[in-house]
Nanobody
Framework: RLVESGGGWVQPGGSLRLSCKGS???????????LGWYRQVPGKQRELVAT???????NYADSVKGRFTISRVNANKIMYLQMNSLKVEDTALYYC?????????WGQGTQVTVSS
């Protein structure tokens, strides 16, 4: 399973780092996973924030480019999302995702609230 942490409240311009820990996966399963962060606000569809492939290639939504950084540490089976220069519109429930050739997993979500 996937467990997110690191959400919370921050003022505009602030920073947060989200973590997603994989539990119960052996390395041969975790390492090939394509990992990603998604977010959702009430009444809207879940949207992609950033992804990182098994080889480390990254992809970002235009709205977060230059502000967010996704990374993974396979040895610890963990993925991060460093969020800087946060904006009010970044407020959402953030989910981590992992998918491989056979299975897909979602975390339970961690709330990020940006407000003054």
């Amino acid at each position: 399973r996937l467990v997110e942490s690191g959400g919370g409240w921050v003022q505009p311009g602030g920073s947060l780092r989200l973590s997603c820990k994989g539990s119960g996966f052996i390395s041969s399963v975790w390492n090939p996973f394509h990992l990603g962060w998604y977010r959702q606000v009430p009444g809207k569809q879940r949207e992609l924030v950033a992804t990182v492939s098994s080889s480390g290639d990254t992809n970002y939504a235009d709205s977060v480019k230059g502000r967010f950084t996704i990374s993974r540490v396979n040895a610890n089976k963990i993925m991060y999302l460093q969020m800087n220069s946060l904006k009010v519109e970044d407020t959402a429930l953030y989910y981590c995702n992992a998918y491989g050739s056979r299975d897909e997993y979602w975390g339970q979500g961690t709330q990020v609230t940006v407000s003054s």
